[in-house]
């Protein structure tokens, strides 16, 4: 493999920026500001960039539809949004009883065209949230409870293997579906970092099965191979990386989130770039994002 080569492509000061995924339609990378709810859309080509307003509290996370418009979670509803003129229409509304503690977070849409989203404890103590799975006709279907932060979903390129984080937790877990790739069989324990107290974060998996994984607070990005061991970790010039896809013409190109959200004002005036997004080249190759059945 090349060395990896980090350049930052986008300077901005995203309080929590998270989800990113590549559009092949308008060759974009789109990401949002989970707390400063906004909707992004960069051109790496151009550098060309503008952002979206969101009317919520927490913009959760995203994922891509076979429409064109992008299925956004906002609090505890999920809303269809035209990413060329902002209009947007209500999808559905997860039957959380744990509202306003909780909100959406983290999500990921599988090979059969379903979203699979976690929601998650506000105050980041509390095992109040679930897993769960959402189907084209917008019911939700539970799975796993007990969660602080649902986080980190991604899936292998057969989909018969579903990565599950909760970041509070220090847990990430590797999950067996069904044939129909419908509802989780087995689950066990793929990284256990409860001794050192780090934070894995969003991930994805690139064309060799492997999981990329952030690490907030941890200032690099880690990829694992199928059976759990970590064989690459490349660093950032910040200390919260947040979340990380492929993407580019080629997917070649891995494009990472970051925030500074908890940095203190002497970290930030070490760290310019916090909050910037950043494009890891040299790290190997990625697939298409799924896109959800609508």
């Not at 050192?196 to 941890?218: I, K, N, S, Y």
């Amino acid at each position: 493999m090349m060395t990896p080569e980090v350049d930052c492509i986008q300077t901005v000061k995203a309080r929590l920026g998270e989800t990113p995924l590549w559009c092949e339609q308008t060759r974009r990378l789109v990401w949002i500001d989970i707390e400063d709810p906004q909707f992004w859309q960069l051109d790496p080509s151009t550098g060309e960039a503008f952002s979206r307003a969101q009317p919520c509290t927490y913009l959760g996370s995203q994922a891509l539809t076979r429409s064109g418009k992008h299925l956004v979670a906002r609090d505890l509803d999920l809303v269809l949004l035209d990413p060329q003129t902002g209009a947007s229409e209500p999808f559905a509304r997860v039957p959380d009883e744990n509202f306003p503690a909780t909100r959406l977070n983290d999500g990921r849409v599988d090979r059969n065209g379903r979203l699979w989203i976690g929601t998650m404890d506000n105050g980041l103590k509390d095992g109040l949230g679930s897993l769960y799975r959402v189907d084209p006709d917008g019911s939700f279907t539970a799975f796993y409870d007990d969660v602080i932060v649902s986080n980190g979903i991604a899936f292998d390129p057969d989909g018969r293997h579903m990565y599950f984080t909760d970041t509070r937790r220090h847990l990430t877990w590797k999950i067996t579906l069904d044939d129909a790739g419908e509802r989780p069989v087995s689950r066990t324990v793929f990284a256990d970092y409860t001794a050192g107290g780090e934070r894995p974060d969003g991930a994805c998996v690139d064309a060799d099965g492997c999981l990329w994984q952030a690490f907030f607070a941890g200032g690099a990005v880690v990829r694992y191979t199928p059976d759990g061991r970590i064989d690459r970790r490349i660093s950032l010039p910040v200390t919260n990386p947040t979340c990380l896809c492929f993407g580019g013409p080629d997917y070649k190109t891995l494009f990472v989130t970051t925030a500074f959200k908890f940095l203190s004002e002497e970290q930030l005036a070490r760290e310019p770039l916090a909050g910037s997004v950043f494009a890891i080249t040299g790290a190997g190759q990625g697939l298409a994002e799924q896109r959800f059945c609508f």
